[in-house]
């Protein structure tokens, strides 16, 4: 195992923080943290790096403790904070020299590579660049050494949607070489792109955590039928199909595999026109946040 959960709790104050979390990342494996704003995101990957110590049971990696054994692991670590701290005066170039020197850092080959591909001038002063220059500088800095594990923070925040693929792309090539990834993320379709794992957190607590490649397959399917009366509407509503919504005489059904109770109720139904639709990754998301934890 690689990185380890068990039942890390941290409080901030009645219902603030993350309470007993418990997750499992596999060597080799990429593993999305999804939640909203608050949720506990970055307190829990603090902990990973060991900035902070549990009010309640443990993080590890590779079976080193985070807070105990935090210098240890921050050797095969790379780490992309959510906010980052530069030191004052610096130019991109300089930041990337204090932070590789720290690590006694002999080659600089990826690094040069990666300022290559996200294109920036490490020349700027830190001061002077934007939210995503900023951002550029970070993702090098966590990539350059060619750690084994790799901690990301809401990793594109501040990209542009190019560069957001670019850091995709690096992404699925570091997985394809067997890195290890945990990263946080907003972002749906970055997640559906790059995980094998997604972990849900919400209100501190863990809502989910599904294969990704399960959560495809297991997609409900929208029905928008368009009936011709009034009774064909009621006549659905009372068939104990899931409806999702009505709208005169549109009626969306949510399916997941019970496609015969969908056909028997249809064909005591006079309809005029079917859209079929996939669920979203992102639906699914908002269902487990509307469901909470009853899922
Ligand atoms: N050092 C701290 N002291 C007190 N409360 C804190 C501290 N750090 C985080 N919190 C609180 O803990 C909760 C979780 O915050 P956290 O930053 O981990 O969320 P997040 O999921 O990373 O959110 P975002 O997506 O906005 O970055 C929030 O309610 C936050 O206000």
């Not at 990539?143 to 923070?153: A, N, T």
């Not at 394809?176 to 945990?182: E, L, N, S, V, Y």
């Amino acid at each position: 195992m690689s990185i380890k959960l068990n039942r890390l709790s941290k409080s901030f104050g009645p219902g603030k923080g993350i309470f007993d979390l418990s997750l499992e990342v596999r060597e080799g494996e990429v593993f999305g943290y999804l939640g909203p704003n608050g949720a506990g995101k970055s307190t829990t990957i603090r902990h990973l790096m060991g900035f902070m110590k549990p009010s309640g049971g443990s993080a590890s990696i590779r079976r080193l403790d985070c807070w105990s054994q935090s210098a240890e692991i921050q050797q095969f670590v790379g780490y992309l904070p959510g906010e980052i701290a530069f030191v004052e005066g610096l130019n991109g170039s300089e930041m990337l020299d204090l932070l590789g020197g720290m690590r006694k850092m002999r080659s600089t080959a990826k690094r040069k590579q990666l300022i290559d591909r996200f294109q920036f001038d490490v020349k700027t002063p830190i001061k002077k660049m934007s939210k995503g220059m900023k951002q550029k500088v970070g993702i090098v800095a966590a990539f350059m050494h060619d750690p084994d594990i790799l901690i990301l923070d809401e990793p594109t925040s501040g990209l542009d949607p190019l560069m957001q693929s670019e850091f995709i792309r690096l992404i699925l090539e570091e997985k394809a070489r067997g890195k290890t990834i945990f990263m946080s993320s907003h972002l749906f379709e970055e997640i559906e792109r790059t995980c094998d794992t997604v972990g849900i957190i919400k209100d501190g607590r863990l809502a989910a955590i599904e294969n990704i490649h399960s959560l495809q397959s297991s997609r409900q399917k929208m029905f928008a039928i368009t009936v011709k009366s009034q009774d064909d509407v009621l006549q659905l509503q009372q068939s104990g199909l899931r409806i999702i919504a009505v709208q005169e005489f549109i009626v969306t059904v949510e399916v997941q595999g019970n496609y015969e109770a969908l056909v028997q109720a249809l064909a005591r139904c006079g309809i005029a026109n079917i859209d079929i639709r996939q669920q979203s990754l992102e639906e699914m998301f908002m269902d487990y946040y509307d469901r909470g934890m009853a899922k």
